[in-house]
């Protein structure tokens, strides 16, 4: 059964930093494309970022709203990927989901930037 | 950036009736249109890959359709858990969801 997990999302104020991990099981990892994808108070979807396999170098990929903030990394001996977000905005209020392929989704998990 | 524009916003039917979504590109999108459907406190869930491929385990109720510009999703007869948001998704130039249909009893 393909399971992601994410964690280490919540309060954090503006400016400051925090980094999501999504723990996966079930598949192999190290060919998978893996994406983060967050979804705002308003319910509206919006893509983040990729990381491809190491056969495609890991290259990635980011929306422009989070370029330069945001770095998606991965271990593949873990299984795990990862969102470090630095210099967070209000406007990055919303679930954070992990996807496989933006096939398979995990349960997701919530960053709140406030003061 | 390509713009996804979903209609309507709301719709309401019945159960047993047969609906359908609208999902438009800015631009040439080819086939590569998914389709989500998301329950209230839960993930999205894929539906529909590449316009009309029927992701495993979805009923065979759903169907999707178009090309190019314009795309819709088909439910031939609503089932009480078929009341939910629906997203469409484009992935062949970046990757941007549309808005969402929420589909709510009539």
């Known amino acids: 059964e393909v399971q992601l997990v994410e964690t280490g999302g919540g309060l954090v104020q503006p400016g400051k930093s925090l980094k999501l991990t999504c723990a996966t099981s079930?598949?192999?990892?190290?060919?998978?494309?893996m994406h983060w994808v967050r979804q705002s108070p308003e319910k509206q979807l919006e893509w983040v970022a990729q990381?491809?396999?190491?056969?495609?170098?890991?290259?990635?990929y980011y929306a422009e709203s989070v370029k330069g903030r945001f770095t998606i990394s991965r271990d593949d001996s873990k299984s795990s990927v990862y969102l470090q977000m630095n210099s967070l905005k209000e406007e990055d209020t919303a679930i954070y989901y992990c996807?496989?392929?933006?096939?398979?989704w995990g349960q997701g998990t919530l960053v709140t930037v406030s003061s | 950036d390509i713009q996804m524009t979903q209609s309507p916003s709301v719709l309401s039917a019945s159960v047993g009736d047969r609906v359908t979504l609208n999902c438009k590109a800015s631009?040439?999108?080819?086939?590569?249109l998914n389709w989500y459907q998301q329950k209230l406190g839960e993930a999205p869930k894929l539906l529909i890959y590449?316009?009309?491929n029927l992701q495993t385990g979805i009923p065979s109720r759903f169907s999707g359709s178009g090309s190019g510009t314009d795309f819709t999703l088909t439910i031939s007869s609503l089932q009480p858990e078929d009341f939910a948001t629906y997203f469409c998704?484009?992935?062949?130039?970046?990757?941007?969801f549309g808005s969402g249909t929420k589909l709510e009893i009539k």
């Open positions: 996807t496989w392929g933006v096939a398979y």
């Open positions: 079930g598949f192999t990892f190290s060919n998978a494309w």
């Open positions: 998704f484009q992935h062949n130039s970046w990757l941007t």
């Open positions: 990381i491809k396999a190491k056969s495609n170098n890991y290259a990635t």
């Open positions: 631009q040439n999108i080819n086939k590569y």
């Open positions: 590449n316009t009309n």
